[in-house]
């Protein structure tokens, strides 16, 4: 039978063995082909295998771990660096900052999450290399840093991730947001909101809140449910259907419905009824879910389904005004030709933009509808997509 089917499976007796050959005789290549597996198997059984590998090692065995780090896995690297850490101690600490600065970034990235484990005092000379590979490509590289500096609470890395929120540039400002939550920069929060309302990067700013602060929290106040709002948009192109369970999505909405609907709450559930609507109606969406999130969408799509729809859409009319952080969200659930005719005199003439295109499809644009837009948009290249319409 396949090593890695018996590491992977339910009978002890197995498992227990060949997680206890794999350590005591360094079964590099076995090991190599349990990382080539990490895509292929669900959380909970490259958690099983983790444990299963930590409960193999000994003050005996233990060094052998260190044949594995050519071979770079998320799953595997803080189990490798308790053990190295729990029976090698400081002892070790030489040869991963040997490794940490001559190596690739798999190893990098276990000899950083060794570090994690190291008092401050003795990092001190690594600690300018550590900034620099913060901002590794490679984001195991990258978070493993982080997690370092934030523990040693390193205030350098910390005003340059705040000075780069307010870059011209989208991509420094959402590299800045990722390292600030990996920091748990709670301070920050505020201002990667505020980020995130202006970029168009907005989803994948929204993907890294949580991180930050718990979803519990976001539904308290409008700004957190308008980043709860980006991130049920961002499903599943950007964040996984399992946010249905690492976000207790169910839970937030039923409350929201039941204690909290108010226009904000009620655009978010409005859009969330859509989404989930459609990711129960395709299977290909959920094709890669094991059953727990499969079973969490459906019956979050099913609480939504018995949501009144005209309840909430009656709502959404408070938001739609030129200063609302929602009016984007809002706009695409609105019938009343009025209200949209109204927006064509706004000030966003991305908004202005937007009306356009749903009047289009609802087939009701007219050369009035075209005009009135077009005396308000200055900007060449949105007038050039509004005069094509």
Do not use: W
Not at 258 to 280: E, G, P
């Amino acid at each position: 039978m396949d090593l890695i089917k018996k590491l992977t499976g339910k009978n002890p007796e197995e498992y227990e063995n060949v997680a206890k050959s794999l350590v005591d005789n360094s079964d590099v290549n076995l090991f190599a082909k349990l990382v080539k597996q990490d895509d292929f198997l669900f959380d909970f059984v490259r958690n099983n295998v983790s444990n299963r590998i930590r409960r193999a090692c000994n003050k005996n065995n233990y060094l052998n771990l260190m044949n594995f780090l050519d071979y770079y896995s998320p799953s595997y690297d803080t189990m490798i660096a308790e053990v190295l850490y729990e029976y090698g101690g400081l002892e070790l600490l030489p040869v991963m900052k040997e490794i940490f600065i001559d190596s690739d970034e798999g190893k990098k990235a276990y000899a950083a999450k060794y570090f994690s484990y190291v008092p401050k005092e003795y990092l001190e000379d690594i600690i300018p290399l550590i900034r620099q590979t913060a901002k590794s490509e490679f984001e195991p590289l990258s978070t493993n840093s982080i997690d370092i500096l934030s523990k040693i609470n390193d205030e350098i890395s910390k005003a340059e991730a705040y000075e780069a929120l307010k870059s011209n540039d989208e991509f420094e400002q959402y590299k800045a947001v990722k390292f600030l939550t990996t920091y748990q920069a709670k301070d920050a929060l505020n201002q990667i909101i505020n980020v995130m309302k202006k970029s168009t990067l907005s989803e994948n700013i929204a993907s890294e809140i949580p991180y930050l602060v718990a979803p519990e929290e976001l539904a308290k106040s409008d700004d957190g449910i308008l980043v709860l709002c980006n991130i049920v948009n961002a499903i599943p192109e950007i964040i996984s259907p399992g946010a249905a369970i690492d976000y207790n999505l169910f839970n937030i909405f039923e409350d929201l419905y039941i204690n909290n609907l108010t226009s904000t709450s009620a655009v978010l559930l409005r859009l969330a009824k859509d989404k989930f609507a459609q990711l129960t109606e395709n299977e290909e969406y959920l094709f890669d879910c094991d059953k727990n999130v499969k079973d969490e969408v459906y019956a979050i799509n099913s609480l939504l389904s018995g949501v009144n729809k005209n309840k909430l859409e009656s709502l959404l009319y408070d938001e739609l005004y030129d200063e609302s952080d929602f009016v984007f969200f809002a706009i695409d659930y609105v019938d009343e030709l009025e209200e949209l005719e109204t927006l064509l005199d706004s000030s966003n003439q991305t908004l202005i933009l937007k009306v356009l295109t749903l009047l289009k499809e609802k087939q009701q644009l007219t050369s009035a509808h075209k005009e009135l837009a077009l005396s308000n948009i200055t900007s060449q290249d949105i007038r050039m997509v509004a005069e094509a319409l």
